[in-house]
């Protein structure tokens, strides 16, 4: 069985660009998460959808934005580019929204603002 | 607000014990999860506690305290595979949709 799989791998932007960033779960699994992680430090808290809808949002300004499709895939988009916004960026998905279900992570995108 | 913090760094020697603390303040608890992260890959789940005590598997041990707001992991018989970041994290109970992460604590193993 597949895992998380995200979209594009590696991706290199300007300052003032857009970005979509694009995660498919793992088969069943309806619930997705967006991460975004800065060298050495760990996962910080983007969004969280389950069954389309956000259930989630952590600290992060208007520029982030997410949505989840009928087949649970999810995209992040970001607008508006800062330097800062260079980071490793990790879609995991669980089966539900219990609290003791663990999270599956895709690879992440690696994120590169000049 | 939310805090969970966990020691930058730790080195131990192939084939001994380490314990990895992790002390939380969050405004929910729905249970705690340690996971681990190789350098340029995603993190795995290790482990997920909810009442307090200890749970084994294997050569790794989680341990929880509501109370103290405390958690550690417990890596016996060390090996150089081990080497690797440990992210402690909490379930937000805040509505529960939300996990949170500490900083991340880098272990190295020697031989």
């Known amino acids: 069985d597949a895992g998380v799989t995200q979209s594009p791998t590696h991706l290199i932007k300007t300052r003032g660009q857009h970005v979509t960033l694009r995660c498919s779960p793992i088969?069943?699994?309806?619930?997705v998460s967006w991460y975004q992680q800065v060298l050495g430090q760990g996962p910080q808290f983007i969004f969280q959808?389950?069954?389309?809808?956000?259930?989630g949002r952590g600290n992060f300004p208007d520029r982030f934005s997410a949505r989840q499709f009928p087949n649970y895939s999810s995209e992040l988009n970001v607008n508006a580019l800062l330097l800062g916004d260079s980071a490793l960026y990790l879609c995991a998905s669980s089966s539900t929204r219990q609290a003791n279900e663990k999270l599956f992570f895709g690879s992440g995108t690696q994120l590169s603002v000049l | 607000g939310q805090n969970i913090d966990q020691p930058t760094e730790m080195t131990a020697t192939e084939g001994a014990i380490v314990q990895i603390n992790c002390t939380y303040q969050?405004?929910?608890?729905?249970?705690l999860f340690w996971y681990q992260q190789h350098a340029g890959e995603a993190p795995t789940f290790l482990s997920y506690?909810?009442?307090?005590g200890l749970e084994e598997k294997g050569r790794f041990s989680s341990f929880l305290s509501r109370s103290k707001g405390y958690s550690y992991l417990l890596l016996k018989e060390l090996q150089m595979k081990d080497s690797a970041s440990y992210l402690c994290a909490v379930r937000d109970g805040a509505g529960g949709f939300k996990t949170i992460f500490g900083a991340g604590t880098r272990l190295f193993v020697k031989a």
């Open positions: 506690n909810v009442l307090d």
């Open positions: 088969s069943g699994h309806k619930s």
């Open positions: 959808y389950y069954e389309k809808e956000e259930r």
């Open positions: 969050t405004s929910g608890f729905n249970g």
